[in-house]
């Protein structure tokens, strides 16, 4: 081996070491991203939840707080894909899913308290 082929081979070596740091940086840099997304989140949820308590405290009916709260999901939701929290997501479509089994649970047991009987067969 020449001098030349040894300068070569440590320069790939410092290539490889650099990428390597490179590499581990940048996956530092993104967890340290999705962890502040998910600090921010949580204020978020925090926020909302204090100011729910002091403002459905003094709201006396109750169609204000469904409301309110409705409009709060939504943009629960919203944020959390904005931040990339896919946690939320998930759980959200999991609940629908449930509710949209109840509500069909519940229509087909009314479904079948409202029609009438079968009428009888001749000869029975």
Known sequence: MTDDDLTKLARRSVDTAE????????????ALRDARNEERFIWIVVTIVLFDAMIFAKIESWSGPIVIGLVQLILLVVAARRLGIQEVSQILAKFLDRAADITQ????????????PPPPRPGD
Do not use: F, M, Q, V
């Not at 990428?19 to 993104?30: K, Q, T, Y």
């Not at 649970?105 to 009438?116: E, L």
């Open 19 to 30: 990428a390597d740091a490179i590499a581990s940086l940048s996956n530092a840099l993104e």
């Open 105 to 116: 649970a519940k229509a087909g047991t009314k479904a079948d308290r409202a029609s009438p």
